[in-house]
């Protein structure tokens, strides 16, 4: 099959909070266009998106899943992304990948946290934006609700649609640029148009007029004849339209209700019509292949699987390509595109096309392929470190050697996550975005590679530091026959603010130190301070300074000022007022108004200090900074208290001495 024009292709990720619809509404585009024969459901694990065991159980995407259908003649690839904060590494993954974004937005939850957060990541990423206001069909489902909250959020937004009918009474929606009426009966996939009803005429005509007003005065070519009271015609609206959404200052809303099919042709048509295409951005099959890979799986019968960006040039199957990292030289096998789970293969992947590649050696999420003799760099992903960290075991343990492997395989395909062994315990520790991420991480490895594994309690990064200046003697004298190692520094220890790091300073003069030594006594201090006192935690925001000490010019050696600096600084510590800091998360939590006063308290009970809270349709946000040791667990806390309607979302934000309470507390967990 030959590859698609890059005119005639449209890259999309669908993005929006947990609970927005996403999986739905690509599943009913899919419906619509005749790529799935039935439509499936999100509650039944039947939707082409989320086949995971995973996603089936929690009702929710883990990892972003790609699709295609074809509209009106042109190849529209989807990525349905998660809406979910622990596994956003896919969703930033996949916006790399594709020309533009659709920000899917509940109905009747309104505008949360996470359409905020990734509305902000595409436009810093100058991704053209449009917007689906899905679930219009459900209880207090309000449109005009979301377009208000919208004005904050994204200026530019502007209906060109407004809904017929409200919540369950959700048949249709007005076209705002024709000024039709496009009504749908009960599982029909496209409408009917028509004209617009009598009792949306006056409310059609006063949004039309808005849509006007928006488009002209962010079109310069419009705003003279706007202003001077000249009539914009239709053509004229549809021309100013999309150049604002190709250079992001527009952003069109239209609406649907996915689970009945209630506009999903519509919302198709603003894809193929008003989203750029590859070839707005230069695509062009001249020249060599250059692909982005932004997405890894680790398949237990395929191997690794690679899915890819090809933004300019022809990469066929059965050839060979550069990974620009490694400058390794990869044998591209059989290529095919993903319909969900399902692999179709294809005989060449084309300029603007996305699609995939089995078995590719050394080639990670990230990475970029190159044919020929070109070099090309594409900026690395912004991916979120991890927040979180369990230690692992095989449950059975004759499965060890298995485990570390199937997890450095699990990373391969989510960079989020992070492996280590813990040197002081010997711990293999596992660290994610949050505790539910490590357990779906969990889960997985079970299923794919047959190993069962055991997390123990989450570890919290504590780190310390120290409260005063202190100064301390570190002497390292060793005589054994022969020649032996002599090394003596000053070292005088003194706190930096918060966020300071660490410094070293080098005051030493007369050459008390020789020059040749002063980088060991530097790398001795590093060690020490890898591991403090009070809990064997990372020591930090201190400034160490070398003023003085002494040497023997045959014993003195670069391993015994290493020992030296260790030690010197070891002592220095012990006598500056050491202290324990943990880490404070910036929480906020989405609840219904009747649960805010229990939701408080609880935070209240947690060590949280609250920062403020505002209404957002029709619940609350409550914004708090809480210790991350007293947040372990808070999810499933969470849904307990509000009976599975709160929704809660946590960042790092800083560093904040433990009380002294209940340091001794925090060491007894090191």
Known sequence: MAHPDPSQLRNVAVLGHRGSGKTSLVEAMLFAAGSTTRLGRVTDGTTVCDFDEDERKRGMSVSAALCHLTWNGVKVNLIDTPGEASFQGDTLAALR???AALMVINGAS???????RLWQRAADLGLPRAIVVNMLDRDRADFDLVL???????????????????????????????????????GATAGVTGPIPDDLAGPAQAAREHLIDVVAERDDALIEK?????????????????AGVAEGRLSPVVCTAAGSCVGVDRALDLIVEALPSPAAAGASADGPAVALCFKTLADQFSGRITLMRVFSGVLPADSHASCVRTAHKERVGQLFTLQGKEHVPIQEIGPGDIGAVAKLKEVLTGDVLVTGETTVEFPPIDLPTPLMSFAVTAHDQADEDKLNASLRRMIDEDPTLELHHDEETGDLILSGLSQMHVEVVAGRVERRFGVAMDLAPPHVPYHETITREAQAEGKHKKQ?????????????????????????VDKVVGGAVPRAFIPAVEKGV???????DLGGYPVV?????????????VDSSEMAFKIAGSLGVRAALAQAGPVLLEPIMRVEVTVPAEHVGDVMGDLNSRRGHPLGMEARGHDEIIRAEVPMAEMLGYANDLRAMTGGRGDSTMEFDHYAEVPAHLAGKAHATA
Request: proline fraction near 5%; include cysteine.
């Open 97 to 99: 990948a594709v020309d």
């Open 110 to 116: 309104g505008i949360e946290v996470q359409t905020e």
């Open 148 to 186: 208000a909250g919208l004005a904050e959020l994204a200026p530019g937004a502007v209906a060109i649609q407004i809904p017929v009918g409200r919540e369950a009474g959700f048949t249709g929606v007005v076209n705002l640029v024709s000024m039709t009426a496009t009504t749908y009966a009960d």
């Open 226 to 242: 706007y202003l001077e009271g000249q009539e914009i015609t239709t053509d004229e609206l549809i021309g100013g339209l999309l």
């Open 480 to 504: 054994s026959g022969g020649r032996g190692q002599y090394a003596d520094c000053w070292l005088r220890v003194e706190p930096l603010p918060r966020g300071g790091g660490f410094e070293f």
């Open 526 to 532: 590093i060690e020490a301070l890898k591991q403090g």
């Open 541 to 553: 925001d201190v400034r160490v300074t070398l003023y003085d000490g002494k040497h023997h010019p």
